[in-house]
Every structure is written in structure tokens, then in C-alpha cells.
């Protein structure tokens, strides 16, 4: 994970600092260039973010003095922040590949139908998908992974593919907030200067709340949606999978070697890679699929014929190269982005949207618009992290509030709404991954939604809210200690 220092408002020199109204105008211009773009022109996120790049470039230049070359470095700067999203990105379509080429996911598919039921299934997937994350500490590679099989599993049993992947990302970053493995809880311990475990213990009580409510959702959602699954189903899809696939525990190694070395330790990328290797090697070894055959799966993708239409396009992947069209929106978003962050704009808004603040509602208010505007501006969850939190702190100070009120609030409004935006890292990930647009699984996403709501809640009641000058929350008691810098982990 790449250090970031980004500009604070008072690091801009006041001569070249843009006016709120100066920071609003490639912000405005950017929303309409997307509205026009992909809402009433039908195209995709590519073209109408390069509009915004040019428009932002040239309002930069010649309205608020940047040179093309502190341009060049913003942008630079934002890639090279972004590099491991996009490594990661082309990772895992290729693992995705040859996992499938391999039986693994087949088998998971295979198994699972067996073991889970459509009234149960909802609920299950988002319970396994959360303690899978907590374990590895990375909600992409789960997501990449099990969340690639719960969607076949889902609809093997009649479970709408929005629904599945709802359920599969509210337990990733349930599991993602708790986990002392994950990149962006280190993140948001270090740049608030809190101690890594007083930021998990101050995210518990309202993590396990929103999750709670969503599990109880999905359990109402799945009773509606299940409905009767005709006869012989099941079984004629194990039976195309099994017509396809050697389905054996053996197909398994790759899913346990891969998790197996994130629980130890192994940062996420590393670790897929090894899983890339796994898989080729099952495909030979199990599958009897050639070696440079194996390979060619991991670039282009499979496209198997199992007799069954359901089974066979559960089973379509594009490989490698597949990753090429959603990379390229992540290399424009994340340009845009940074050419917002050098020209002073996020900066300038948060600090704006700080001087909102009069008590610890409105602070925890301001703190959750702070954290989705950088999300939808600079399209990177880091972002929405690290500029809220060192903007923010002195305000959380003035207030005699304890910092890990601030790394709470950035990490339950930012990394949890991440993946709702369309056309951010996360977003784009997740839609690309589990095969389900991102406008169609935001309904379901129920723990996206709550996390923000009951950390709000918390700020209006005062619960769980620590002051320099209380050594216990309003209601309920928790250790405290010194705060430390702490980084480490991946996504």
C-alpha cells in the first residue's frame, strides 16, 4: 500500500488556493459530463471521465495557475496509489479462469447446492462471506473468490443475482471493518494516529448492529424470493457440472492454498497469484487440460458447453484480458482524481464541509459527507480515508473528542460505500467480479446503507462517543489507550 500525504487545506499556498466556488466548478462539470455521457447518451464511463480529465486539466491551467507538469505529477501520483487496485483487478480474472477450468469453483457450485437451501441461503452467504474476510483480511479477495461461487450457488436455487451479490458484500466488508489484517482499517488507524485495536473495539458495537439488521433483511428477503424450485433441478445442474468437471476434494487445493497463505500473512496479491498457479497446475493435474491450454484459459477466459444454458454461462469467464475494460475506467478515475487532489479541489471542499460542524452530531454528520464526496470525486476508498482524516482531526480535537470517533466515522461511511459507486475502483471491481451491475446490487448492499446510518445515529445520541476527558462511552465501557501509527495489511 502506498504511502499518501495528501494537501491539506492549510498546506496550499493562499495565492494558488482555489475559492469554494473555483473547487465547485470541475466538481459540477464532472457529474454533468457522467449524467450526459452514460444516462442520456448510453455510452460508457470511459469517454465522459476523459471529458472530465480534459475540462479539469484546462480549468487547472489556465484558471487556477497549475502547471501541466504538477498535472502530470497528481495524476502519477494517483496512479501509483491505485497500481495494486489494478494489479489485483487483472489477478483475479485470471484466477477466476482457471479456477473455473480447474473445478474448484464447479465444485464449490456442486457442493454448495447440496448443503444450502433457498430460505437459508441469503443469510449464510453474507455470515460465511464476513468470517472468511475477517480471517484473510481482504473483502476483494473473497469477493473474487467465494463470492464468485455464491453467485452460481444462488442461482442454482432461484436467488436473484443482485440479492447474492448484496449478501456477499455486506459480510466482505463486515469482515473487512474487524479484521486486524485489512489494509483499510490500518489505514484508517494510522492516519487518524489511532491505535489499531481501540479503532476495531470503537467500530464493533455499530458494525455488529448494521450487520445484524442486514442478516435479518436478507433472511425476510430470502423467504420472498426463494419460492419453489422445480423438480430435478438441483440435479440437473450438479449433473452438467459433473458431466463437465472432475468433481473431487482434490479441486479444492487452490482455494485452500490460496486462503490458507492470506491467513498467514501473505499480502492479498501475492497470494492470488499463487492461487493463478494452483489453478493451472489442478487444471492439468485434475481436469487433464494441457499446460499452455491451462494458460491460455488464464488470458482469454473459459467458455465451456455443459449441455445446461444456466450452467454454462455461470461458467463463462473472460480471463486476463477481460480485466482490460474495467482497468481503463480505473485509470481514468483515478486520473481525474488526482488531478482534483493536486488542483487543491478536495482539499478545499473538505475543508469547507468541515467549517459545518457544531457538535458531535454535526462532526459525525460532516465526517460522512467528507468521506462518499471523495469517493465519488477521486474514486479510490483511500482517498475517501485519508483526506477526512487528517482534515478532520483538528476539529475532532477542538470538540475533546477521542481519534477513534474520527477513524470510526471514515472507515463506516468510507470503505463500507465504495463499491456504490459505479464508476470507483471498488465499484468497478465488485460489478466486474461477481457479473452483477452496480446499480443492481446497491438495493441489496443493505450493510453499504447501515453502516452510515447507525454511525449517524451515534452521533446524534452521543452512544459510543469518547472524549479526552471521559474514559468510558455514554453507555457502554471500553479500554483506551495510547495511540500509536499503525499501517500493514492489503486489500
Wanted: charged residues 10%; contains cysteine; hydrophobic residues 50%.
Amino acid at each position: 500500500m502506498v504511502a499518501l500525504e495528501p494537501q491539506l487545506f492549510e498546506d496550499i499556498d493562499p495565492e494558488k488556493r482555489p475559492s469554494l466556488l473555483a473547487a465547485l466548478v470541475p466538481v459540477v462539470a464532472m457529474l454533468g459530463f457522467l449524467s450526459v455521457g452514460i444516462v442520456l447518451l448510453e455510452l460508457d464511463p470511459q469517454f465522459p471521465l476523459l471529458w472530465g480529465i480534459a475540462f479539469t486539466g484546462l480549468f487547472a491551467r489556465y484558471h487556477l495557475g497549475l502547471s501541466w507538469a504538477d498535472q502530470y505529477d497528481g495524476i502519477t501520483d494517483s496512479l501509483l496509489m491505485g497500481m495494486q487496485v489494478i494489479l489485483i483487478m487483472f489477478v483475479v480474472y485470471a484466477l477466476i479462469a482457471t479456477w473455473i477450468q480447474a473445478g474448484t469453483i464447479p465444485g464449490l457450485m456442486y457442493y454448495g447446492l447440496e448443503l444450502l437451501t433457498p430460505a437459508i441461503f441469503l443469510p449464510m452467504t453474507a455470515i460465511l462471506a464476513a468470517l472468511v474476510t475477517f480471517a484473510v483480511g481482504s473483502s476483494w479477495t473473497t469477493a473474487g473468490t467465494l463470492g464468485v461461487a455464491f453467485i452460481g450457488i444462488g442461482a442454482g436455487l432461484g436467488i436473484p443475482m443482485p440479492m447474492t451479490a448484496g449478501a456477499i458484500l455486506t459480510g466482505a466488508y463486515t469482515g473487512d471493518k474487524q479484521s486486524p489484517l485489512s489494509d483499510t482499517t490500518n489505514l484508517a488507524a494510522a492516519v487518524t494516529n489511532t491505535d489499531l485495536y481501540d479503532h476495531i473495539n470503537a467500530m464493533r458495537f455499530g458494525t455488529l448492529i448494521a450487520f445484524s439488521l442486514s442478516v435479518a433483511l436478507y433472511a425476510i428477503l430470502g423467504l420472498r424470493a426463494s419460492g419453489t424450485i422445480p423438480a430435478g433441478r438441483i440435479a440437473e445442474i450438479q449433473g452438467a457440472i459433473q458431466g463437465t468437471y472432475v468433481v473431487t476434494p482434490l479441486v479444492f487445493v487452490p482455494l485452500v492454498l490460496t486462503f490458507g497463505l492470506a491467513i498467514y500473512g501473505l499480502p492479498a496479491l501475492p497470494a492470488l497469484g499463487v492461487g493463478v498457479f494452483a489453478g493451472v497446475l489442478t487444471s492439468v493435474g485434475i481436469q487433464g487440460t494441457g499446460f499452455a491450454a491451462a494458460w491460455t484459459v488464464a488470458q482469454s477466459g473459459t467458455a465451456p458447453e455443459t449441455g445446461m444454458e444456466l450452467v454454462s454461462g455461470l461458467l463463462q469467464s473472460d480471463g486476463l484480458l477481460g480485466g482490460a475494460w474495467i482497468v481503463t475506467i480505473a485509470i481514468a478515475a483515478l486520473s481525474l482524481g488526482g488531478l482534483l487532489e493536486r488542483a487543491g479541489v478536495l482539499a478545499v471542499l473538505a475543508h469547507h464541509l468541515g467549517r459545518l460542524s457544531r457538535g458531535e452530531a454535526s462532526l459525525t454528520g460532516v465526517t460522512v459527507l467528507s468521506a462518499i464526496s471523495m469517493n465519488v470525486l477521486a474514486a479510490e476508498q483511500y482517498i475517501s480515508i485519508v483526506v477526512p482524516g487528517m482534515s478532520l482531526r483538528n476539529l475532532y480535537r477542538e470538540q475533546g473528542l477521542k481519534m477513534e470517533n474520527l477513524s470510526r466515522a471514515v472507515e463506516a461511511s468510507g470503505t463500507t460505500t465504495a463499491v456504490l459507486i459505479p464508476w470507483s475502483s471498488g465499484g468497478l471491481f465488485m460489478a466486474g467480479t461477481l457479473g452483477v451491475p452496480t446499480l443492481s446490487y446497491a438495493p441489496y448492499y443493505f450493510f453499504g446503507f447501515l453502516s452510515p446510518l447507525v454511525l449517524l445515529c451515534m452521533g446524534v445520541t452521543g452512544w459510543q462517543m469518547t472524549s479526552e476527558t471521559r474514559a468510558e462511552p455514554r453507555e457502554t465501557a471500553s479500554t483506551t489507550g495510547e495511540t500509536t501509527a499503525v499501517t500493514g495489511g492489503d486489500e
